[in-house]
Structure formats: structure tokens, C-alpha cells
């Protein structure tokens, strides 16, 4: 599924790329409930923040639940719709979403770390990857900021403390939510343009 409110630019643009459980909402496990989805504190905002600098949001989600059948694709879109209604009830908005449904052992090219997600969707939106952020609770967005030469910024909302724990190599930045994240990414971005 993905929704479009992008505009097609001239030069290809520096995007936010979002993890979807635990970086934007609770993360419940394989969810396929529309109605238990929950915003975490400051998501909103934080989306609102980059939608009112017209920087694209794109959230790249794993959703291996449908491989594994704990839910269908139509729950997974149907969560992901959820996702939506809850952000414009705060103003926000998303500028695409992608996820993929496939097991691990598949060997997809989308499964985060790969690179599937983002690809489709820079080059359906004209993003440059390399000016990017990737910014999610798990070690495999890392890897996939790594993956597209983006920058990577790791959240300590859902599996995020424990998950830095475990990571080899740090993250570009890390934390305490997708408000701060998003605020540091916004004064990154400022002193590239300064
Ligand atoms: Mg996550
Ligand atoms: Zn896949």
C-alpha cells in the first residue's frame, strides 16, 4: 500500500525515512488489530514538523506477520490505515508508506536491512538517499541507513535501549524519542544549508 501526496521536484530531495512500531506507535508484536494501534507521545508532532518543512515522510515497515500468519495483508493495511486517521486527527500526514509481508527465509529484497523499501520508494519520489535519515528502534534500520548511505538515527522508544545494547557500531545519533530525533534532524539539515 502506498499513499502519495508528493509533488515531483526538479532535484531530488532529502526525505525522512520512518520506522513504523516502536518509532511511531506501541509496539504490540505481529499487530493486526486496527483498533489496539497507538500513537507513541510526540509522533504526531514530530511528523507535523517535517509535513510543515515539506520534507517527505516515507515509513518503511516490516511486516513479516503476514508470512508467518499471525495476520492478513488486508489487517496490515488495515492497521496502516489506522496509522493514518490517528496521525490527521493530530495534522499530520504521511507522504508514502511501504512495508514488506515477507519471512525472513524468503529472501526478499525489501526486508529490512535490504534496501527494497527505500529504492521503490526514492526512485518513484525522487529522493537522494545520501541526504537522507533513517530513523527507527532496531539495529536492522541502522543497517538499512547504512545499506542507502543515509543517516542513521536510532530511537529509545520500543526495543531501542536494549537494541543499542547490542549494536557493534553506533548509530549517527540516538534518541529519547521521534521528537527528539526529528529536532535533531531539523538542525542538521539547517547547517547543510547554512
Ligand atoms: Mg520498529
Ligand atoms: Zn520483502
Redo the contacts with the bound molecule.
Sequence with gaps: MTQNKMKKKEHNSAAVFL?????INV?TGYMSDPEALELLPGAAAAIKELNLKRIPVVVVSNQSAVARGYATEEQVESVNARLIELLDAEDAYLDALYFCAHHPDDGCVCRKPAPGLIDSASEKHSIDTARSYVV???RS?MELARAVGATAVMVMT??GEVELKRSEKAPDFAAADLGKAVKWILAQMENETA
Design positions: 520506522d513504523r512500531d516502536g518509532t509496539d527507527g528502534d532496531k534500520d520500543g526495543l
